[in-house]
């Protein structure tokens, strides 16, 4: 049996119902995809995002001033940026002609109350230029979650 044959199994040992993935957004994405793709062809744009450089800039203008604020801010969030390309999680790219579409990823820094000493980067794909972000844009992908009562009646079966 190949390991694609294998089927899934959660932590109990049961096995997982494909079928329940079966999501509205995931049959979306599918009659989108038919749509769209066809033969070999896999690279066609949905729509092209309108370039955001100004938005991105306004906000990286923001934690520019913020991190020259606050030193230790700074050096937190350079070590952050430093670990994020030494495990090429980011690289750096090539620059773009003037017609290649393009979407800049605000980023800001936050910290956990519980933890001072460590920097939390945001990519806010959130964000919203000219009434568009890059998640509404992104198909959502199947519901993974487990269902709550489902986790309720397994736990009060095992008590």
Not at 56 to 69: G, H, K, P, Q
Not at 75 to 99: C, G, W, Y
Request: proline share 5%; glycine share 4%.
């Amino acid at each position: 049996m190949h390991l694609e044959q294998k089927p899934r199994v959660n932590h109990d040992g049961e096995k997982i119902d494909h079928s329940a993935l079966e999501s509205d957004a995931v049959i979306k994405c599918t009659q989108i995809c038919k749509q769209q793709f066809s033969g070999k062809s896999c690279a066609k744009i949905v729509q092209r995002l309108p370039n955001n450089r100004s938005h991105a800039y306004e906000i990286e203008t923001n934690l520019d001033v913020s991190l020259r604020r606050d030193k230790k801010k700074r050096e937190h969030f350079f070590e952050f940026m430093e670990q994020v390309l030494e495990r090429r999680n980011a690289v750096i790219t090539l620059p773009l002609s003037k017609d290649d579409e393009r979407w800049y990823l605000p980023i800001f820094g936050v910290y956990h109350p519980r933890k001072p000493n460590k920097v939390r980067a945001v990519f806010d794909s959130f964000a919203k230029f000219a009434n568009i972000s890059l998640n509404d844009e992104l198909l959502p992908g199947p519901d993974l979650n487990n269902k709550l009562l489902g986790v309720l009646l397994r736990f009060w079966k095992n008590l």
